[in-house]
């Protein structure tokens, strides 16, 4: 939790570039619910909104669904959406070895 929470600007100005894209994958991959997913997609909402909602979401889940959205902004397939997520997303052996990327540091 305390990577997102220490990234929160970063991950708020990347993310609501798009973030009905970020959403879908977030449920596609189980980290928020089905219910979650309504609560948040709500069009009244701007995209800054919708991602500001989601990190609040997922750490207040705890540190499974922290690790499971880390996880997720490391996929290529993200990261070709949002070039940003390199700088702090990327799963090489550097990186790996920092707090970022570290499951026992979710918490």
């Excluded at 990577?3 to 994958?25: C, E, G, M, P, Y």
């Excluded at 997303?89 to 707090?99: A, E, H, V």
Aim: net charge negative; charged share 20%; glycine share 0%.
């Amino acid at each position: 939790m305390e990577t997102v929470r220490q990234n929160k600007v970063f991950l708020i100005d990347t993310l609501s570039a798009d973030a009905s894209i970020v959403l879908q994958h977030v449920q596609n991959d189980n980290v928020i619910t089905r219910r979650d997913y309504n609560n948040l997609n709500q069009p009244n909402h701007t995209q800054e909104q919708i991602i500001i909602k989601l990190l609040d979401n997922v750490t207040n889940k705890g540190n499974e669904a922290c690790h499971k959205f880390l996880k997720l902004l490391e996929k290529e397939e993200l990261q070709e959406i949002f070039p940003q997520l390199k700088e702090l997303f990327t799963p090489d052996q550097t990186s790996y070895n920092q707090s970022s990327h570290h499951p026992s540091n979710c918490t």
